[in-house]
């Protein structure tokens, strides 16, 4: 099976300047954005999903990277979203620096191989200096799915 | 006996069946993990000579595999109620494990028996736990 991750990253899932500076507060957000644009059905029971996973394990995978993930039930299918932030936010990052790429994943309970490999394929994107630098330059939801696009394998 | 942070270093998806114990053991003793995963970059160029296939492909598919692992684990961690940090890193497993001890302070290695941790038995500062 062969999974791409821009397929399910929507451009009104993207955030181009996140505005929480704080980790739960910028979780809100981009739940709040995902509630809005009707991707998630309960919004409160998958923040609680998410804040619960963030006091188990640091998901500030460092190089400013964030990657905050559920499963869930209060999600009906793999979605993916993804939120810049010009100053940073504090995911407590083993390598101690804020996050300006967040992007957040969830799926619901029994999907667990697609977002297993969804977790993997984002990471292993990620791990690119390029494509780091190119989604810090982006100025547009559209031009993030470009990027996405033409580097994920 | 308090054992704070433990390492469970992994170099191969066939390491998969380690990571149970892995988790168990933490959970006992209410440790940290650290999972590393290694792409080794002496066993990636013997195993294009030895298919025939190119580097960079099979570099892909180990790395793509290493962090569904990593992954896995964390799943199972987090229902264990375990602090987990995730990490995948290119080169020699004994050097870069090295490296993490002196950076975050490991107190044991976990690591499935095989060539790799007899080297490390040899040369760690702290106790290489072989599952």
Not at chain 1, 102 to 126: D, G, H, Q, T, V
Not at chain 2, 105 to 115: E, P
């Amino acid at each position: 099976m062969v999974l791409k991750i821009s397929e399910f990253l929507r451009p009104e899932a993207i955030i181009m300047q996140m505005k929480s500076r704080e980790k739960i507060a910028a979780l809100k957000e981009l739940v709040d954005n995902m509630v809005a644009h009707e991707a998630v059905e309960n919004g409160e029971e998958f923040q609680k999903a998410l804040a619960k996973r963030e006091n188990l394990e640091s998901t500030g995978i460092g190089d400013g990277i964030a990657i905050p993930h559920a499963r869930t039930d209060a999600v009906k299918d793999l979605i993916l979203a993804f939120a810049r932030s010009a100053e940073g936010v504090d995911f407590s990052a083993i390598d101690g620096k804020p996050s300006h790429l967040i992007f957040l994943i969830a799926s619901p309970i029994n999907k667990k191989s697609e977002y297993i490999m969804a977790l993997a394929k984002l990471s292993r994107l990620l791990r690119k200096q390029e494509v780091r630098q190119l989604l810090k330059k982006a100025s547009n939801p559209e031009e993030v799915l470009n990027i996405i696009k033409k580097n994920e394998e | 006996m308090k054992i704070k942070k433990v390492i469970l270093v992994l170099t191969d998806i066939n390491d998969q069946d380690i990571t149970q114990a892995a988790v168990q053991l933490c959970k006992r003793f209410k440790s940290k993990l650290f999972v590393l995963f290694v792409v080794e970059t002496g066993r990636i160029s013997r195993l294009a000579r030895l298919t025939q296939k190119k580097s960079d492909t099979l570099r892909k598919k180990i790395e793509d595999e290493g962090w569904q692992l990593l992954y896995l684990i964390e799943d199972d961690a987090d229902k264990a109620g375990i602090w987990t940090s995730l990490h995948l890193e290119d080169g020699i497993a004994t050097t870069i494990v090295k490296k993490y001890i002196d950076a975050y302070g490991v107190d044991a290695v976990l690591i499935k028996r095989k060539n790799e941790a007899t080297r490390l038995f040899v040369s760690s500062t702290v106790p290489v736990i072989g599952l």
